[in-house]
């Protein structure tokens, strides 16, 4: 079983709909991180949190530390969006990320 | 834009050759990251490196090395190349410390004929 991991593998949208993308984590960490990778592959971080809530934009993620569970919820959804988003944990002590094999968004205008 | 620089973009190579993948960190930010991002292994961390000293290890494998110099500038350097090297080769960088944000840079994109 990966330390990380992120369901649903692949999500169809329509634009203007709420997406909610999940992570879960099996170990300890100290901080959480979304990340976006576009088509062309560059890498963009999104969030970085290790408790509570944080809100960006159209773009909000959540993190339950007790439940070992984070979301990415994005409001009013846009073809823009389409990307793959992944999520990596930082376990506690470790500055080395262990990342989830990502959810590809694909948001038809 | 982020701040970190790679260089080359793109590098198609052969088997059995050697090659160096730099990359410039934001200014400021002392440690450097390098992660492997390949289409069957996903994104993988390689090695970390802090003002100049490695500070993590994850799978890099033993053909791998990689250094940091004193103006922070990292180098990965890639011998003995296989075919299953080739993927995209990500730089990181960050401040410092467990609770820095890191920043990625472009990548380059490996590739081992």
């Known amino acids: 079983k990966n330390e990380v991991e992120q369901s649903p593998q692949n999500l169809t949208a329509q634009e203007g709909e709420f997406i909610t993308i999940n992570c879960s984590y099996s170990v300890g960490i100290s901080a959480l991180h979304w990340l976006q990778q576009h088509p062309g592959g560059g890498i963009v971080s999104l969030f970085m949190?290790?408790?509570g809530k944080k809100k960006h934009g159209r773009l909000i993620a959540t993190i339950n530390i007790q439940e070992k569970h984070s979301s990415l919820h994005i409001t009013a959804s846009h073809p823009r969006d389409s990307a793959v988003y992944i999520c990596a944990v930082r376990s506690g002590g470790s500055e080395k990320l262990v990342f989830g094999k990502g959810t590809k968004l694909t948001v038809n205008p | 834009d982020s701040g970190v620089t790679q260089t080359p973009k793109h590098l198609i190579t052969a088997t059995g050759q050697r090659v160096t993948l730099r990359c410039s960190p934001r200014?400021?930010?002392?440690?450097v990251y390098w992660y492997q991002q390949s289409l069957d292994q996903g994104l993988q961390f390689l090695i970390q490196?802090?003002?100049?000293?490695?500070?993590a290890k994850g799978n890099i494998l033993e053909r791998f090395s990689a250094q940091q110099f004193p103006d922070l500038h990292s180098e990965l350097n890639l011998s003995s190349l296989e075919l299953g090297d080739s993927a995209l080769y990500f730089c990181?960088?960050?401040?410092?410390?467990?609770?820095?944000?890191?920043?990625f840079g472009p990548g380059t994109r490996l590739t081992v004929l």
């Open positions: 949190l290790s408790s």
């Open positions: 200014s400021g930010d002392l440690s």
């Open positions: 990181a960088s960050s401040l410092a410390g467990d609770y820095n944000e890191q920043f």
């Open positions: 490196y802090y003002n100049g000293e490695e500070r």
